[in-house]
């Protein structure tokens, strides 16, 4: 990730550096916008990293008690209690499935943000250019 951040940067640099060759200071729009996004993509990294942390957590519940089913499975059939035992293994299993949904809903609402970033940087860019004449 040290790479990809100076990196980044450069190429940012560098791009703003081109198109402030040929459009003057309304490449700055472009900047604006990028400053104006960033806050929203951070807030969606690390909502989605809570996410995962949560899924994880139900996963490890999971596979204990998966784990401690398998482990007593004779006094589990003695008594008849499959179903229970199945049922607390599922619980988990939903409570892991639910922060997963959440966790791809906000990386695919990331990745279009990310997606969308170019678009917006050049019409802010073109916009400023084509009204300051």
Known sequence: TLHLTW??????????????????????????TLLLLMPLQTFLVIRSSAAQKKALQHTDERVRTFSEAVAAISTLKCYGWERPALARVMAHRDLELGWLRVRAALSAVNFAMISLNTTLMAAATFSVYALAG
Do not use: E, T
């Open 7 to 32: 990196s980044a940067l450069l190429r940012i640099c560098v791009a703003l550096g081109l198109l402030y060759g040929q459009l003057g200071p309304s490449s700055l729009a472009s900047l604006g």
